[in-house]
C-alpha cells in the first residue's frame, strides 16, 4: 500500500512536468486529438536566447544570495530569541511575522515607499533586501524550534574541554543544525526565485529576474513559450535542490567531532 502511494505521488508530480516539457516544443495540438500535429523548437530557441540565459543566471543569483544571507542573519537571531531573555521578546517574535500575516500589496506598498526615502529603489540592492524580508521569517522560526531541540548542553560540556564559545558552536551545534540551514536556504530560494510583484514594485523593471520573463508568457496565451519558460523555471528549481541535497548527503557521511579537534 505504501508503494502504491508513493507512485501515486510521483505521477501527480511527473505527469504535469511531463505534459509541460511536451507543450515546449508542440506546435500545435488541437482538441480531441490524442498526440501532437507538429512539432517546432521556437520555445528552446527563445530559451537559449543570451539575454534570456543571463537574465536566468542573474535571477539565479539573486536569489540564492537572498537566501544565504536570510540564513546567514536568522542563525544568530535564532540563537537570541531560543537562548536569551530580553526586553520586548514577544512583541520581536510577532514582528517578525509581518512578512507573512499582512496583506502582501499593503507591506510591498509600504516597502516600496521605504526604499524610494532611502534612495535604493530600482536597484539589485533594494531587490535583495526586499526578498531578504519576505524570507527571513520561514529560517528564524525554523532555526528557533531546531535550536531548541538541540539545546546547549553539547556545547557548554564542550566549552569544558577547552573549546572557545565560538569553536564550540562551529564544531558541535553547527554540524547539527547544518541540514535545517540548507532546508530553509533550499525553501528561501524557492521564495525569492518566485517573487514577481515584489521585484516588480523594488525593481521598476530595470531589475530582470526570471519569474518576470515567464508571467508575461503566461498571461499572453502562448502556450508553447510559457510552457517552455515554466519548464525552465521548474528545471533551474530542481538543479538548486539537487545541489543542496547533495550537500546535505555528504553532511550527514561526515564523521562526528572528536574530543581533539574541539580544542
Same mark, same amino acid.
Given at each position: 500500500?505504501?508503494?502504491?502511494?508513493?507512485?501515486?505521488?510521483?505521477?501527480?508530480?511527473? !505527469?504535469?512536468?511531463?505534459?509541460? *516539457? @511536451?507543450?515546449?516544443?508542440? /506546435?500545435?495540438?488541437?482538441?480531441?486529438? +490524442?498526440? $501532437?500535429?507538429?512539432?517546432?523548437?521556437?520555445?528552446?530557441?527563445?530559451?537559449?536566447?543570451?539575454?534570456?540565459?543571463?537574465?536566468?543566471?542573474?535571477?539565479?543569483?539573486?536569489?540564492?544570495?537572498?537566501?544565504?544571507?536570510?540564513?546567514?542573519?536568522?542563525?544568530?537571531?535564532?540563537?537570541?530569541?531560543?537562548?536569551?531573555?530580553?526586553?520586548?521578546?514577544?512583541?520581536?517574535?510577532?514582528?517578525?511575522?509581518?512578512?507573512?500575516?499582512?496583506?502582501?500589496?499593503?507591506?510591498?506598498?509600504?516597502?516600496?515607499?521605504?526604499?524610494?526615502? !532611502?534612495?535604493?529603489?530600482?536597484? *539589485? @540592492?533594494?531587490?535583495?533586501? /526586499?526578498?531578504?524580508?519576505?524570507?527571513? +521569517?520561514? $529560517?528564524?522560526?525554523?532555526?528557533?524550534?531546531?535550536?531548541?531541540?538541540?539545546?546547549?548542553?553539547?556545547?557548554?560540556?564542550?566549552?569544558?574541554?577547552?573549546?572557545?564559545?565560538?569553536?564550540?558552536?562551529?564544531?558541535?551545534?553547527?554540524?547539527?543544525?547544518?541540514?535545517?540551514?540548507?532546508?530553509?536556504?533550499?525553501?528561501?530560494?524557492?521564495?525569492?526565485?518566485?517573487?514577481?510583484?515584489?521585484?516588480?514594485?523594488?525593481?521598476?523593471?530595470?531589475?530582470?529576474?526570471?519569474?518576470?520573463?515567464?508571467?508575461?508568457?503566461?498571461?499572453?496565451?502562448?502556450?508553447?513559450?510559457? *510552457?517552455?519558460?515554466?519548464?525552465?523555471?521548474?528545471?533551474?528549481?530542481?538543479?538548486?535542490?539537487?545541489?543542496?541535497?547533495?550537500?546535505?548527503?555528504?553532511?550527514?557521511?561526515?564523521?562526528?567531532?572528536?574530543?581533539?579537534?574541539?580544542?
Amino acid at each position: 500500500m505504501r508503494r502504491v502511494m508513493l507512485w501515486l505521488c510521483a505521477a501527480a508530480v511527473l !505527469l504535469p512536468v511531463a505534459l509541460l *516539457a @511536451l507543450y515546449a516544443v508542440c /506546435a500545435r495540438w488541437p482538441w480531441p486529438a +490524442p498526440l $501532437p500535429q507538429s512539432l517546432s523548437l521556437r520555445g528552446i530557441q527563445a530559451l537559449l536566447n543570451a539575454d534570456v540565459r543571463g537574465t536566468l543566471l542573474s535571477s539565479i543569483g539573486y536569489s540564492l544570495g537572498s537566501a544565504l544571507l536570510s540564513t546567514l542573519i536568522a542563525l544568530p537571531a535564532a540563537r537570541a530569541i531560543s537562548f536569551y531573555n530580553f526586553a520586548g521578546k514577544r512583541a520581536m517574535r510577532a514582528v517578525l511575522l509581518a512578512p507573512i500575516l499582512l496583506p502582501s500589496t499593503a507591506f510591498f506598498i509600504g516597502l516600496q515607499t521605504l526604499f524610494t526615502r !532611502l534612495g535604493i529603489i530600482n536597484t *539589485a @540592492l533594494g531587490v535583495m533586501l /526586499a526578498h531578504i524580508m519576505v524570507i527571513l +521569517p520561514y $529560517p528564524i522560526w525554523t532555526l528557533c524550534d531546531m535550536m531548541q531541540s538541540v539545546g546547549r548542553t553539547m556545547e557548554e560540556q564542550a566549552r569544558t574541554l577547552g573549546a572557545s564559545p565560538l569553536r564550540a558552536f562551529s564544531a558541535v551545534s553547527m554540524p547539527l543544525l547544518l541540514p535545517a540551514c540548507v532546508s530553509v536556504t533550499a525553501l528561501g530560494f524557492l521564495i525569492s526565485f518566485g517573487q514577481y510583484f515584489l521585484t516588480l514594485m523594488i525593481g521598476g523593471g530595470r531589475v530582470k529576474t526570471f519569474a518576470m520573463l515567464v508571467v508575461p508568457y503566461i498571461q499572453s496565451g502562448d502556450r508553447m513559450l510559457s *510552457a517552455a519558460f515554466s519548464f525552465a523555471f521548474i528545471l533551474a528549481a530542481g538543479t538548486v535542490y539537487g545541489v543542496m541535497d547533495a550537500v546535505l548527503r555528504k553532511h550527514s557521511g561526515a564523521r562526528p567531532p572528536t574530543r581533539g579537534s574541539l580544542v
